[in-house]
């Protein structure tokens, strides 16, 4: 099970750090996607063979992606936000291959959303 937090409001700008808290067996990939209003859900960061971050190009530089093994957790550290960066967001776990780790196709383990919301 996957149960997901730390959503909330904030300023252009600002900062926000989402948790996602795992629970059972482990995984080869754990990930982050979003989905906005009126559009599919996709890829934002993941975390591949307990070494390797991926990031889709809009977040590089500005959002982190760890994972605390010991506490079983996932975390999302996002910086400098941005309007379009308002979406829900969702933790993701499952063993995709590497052309998988960031298609949502590549994960069947889903944690419930939590709502980001970037203010102008």
């Known amino acids: 099970q996957l149960q997901a937090s730390g959503g909330g409001l904030v300023q252009a700008g600002g900062s926000l750090r989402l948790s996602c808290a795992a629970s059972?067996?482990?995984?080869?990939?754990y990930g982050w996607f979003r989905q906005a209003p009126g559009k599919e859900r996709e890829f934002v960061a993941a975390?591949?063979?307990?070494?390797?971050?991926y990031y889709t190009d809009s977040v590089k530089g500005r959002f982190t992606i760890s994972r605390d093994n010991a506490k079983n957790t996932l975390n999302l550290e996002m910086n400098s936000l941005k309007v379009e960066d308002t979406a829900v967001y969702y933790c993701a776990a499952g063993n995709p291959i590497f052309s998988y780790v960031s298609r949502k196709e590549g994960y069947n383990n889903w944690g419930q959303g939590t709502l980001v919301t970037v203010s102008s």
């Open positions: 059972g067996r482990t995984f080869r990939s």
């Open positions: 975390r591949f063979d307990s070494a390797r971050n």
